[in-house]
């Protein structure tokens, strides 16, 4: 890993700090989630409205592929 690569991470680092210390309620919320609702079959949908009131809004519904990746996620955090 060089230089540059290392203060990138350093810089997600500290965004994702201020981001919890923004929204505290967010990240406890993924981690109530990530105990037992993300399961083959679950539906995750994603509402996104601007200030102005525009909305966008989609879902997936999880596959055993996914469960894979989001235990691999679960794994590096320790």
């Known amino acids: 890993m ?3 690569q290392i203060t990138m991470l350093q810089k997600i680092k500290s965004g994702m700090a201020q981001f919890q210390a923004n ?3 967010f990240p406890l919320f993924l981690k109530a989630v ?3 609702a ?3 079959g679950t ?3 994603v509402k996104i409205t ?3 009131g525009k909305e966008y809004c989609t879902n997936v519904k999880l596959k055993q592929d996914d ?3 989001f235990d691999s996620f679960k ?3 320790g």
């Open 34 to 36: 990530s105990k037992d």
């Open 38 to 40: 993300l399961v083959e």
């Open 2 to 4: 060089d230089f540059r």
């Open 50 to 52: 601007t200030p102005e």
């Open 23 to 25: 929204h505290p309620k």
């Open 75 to 77: 794994a590096m955090q």
């Open 67 to 69: 469960i894979a990746l």
């Open 43 to 45: 539906v995750i949908e």
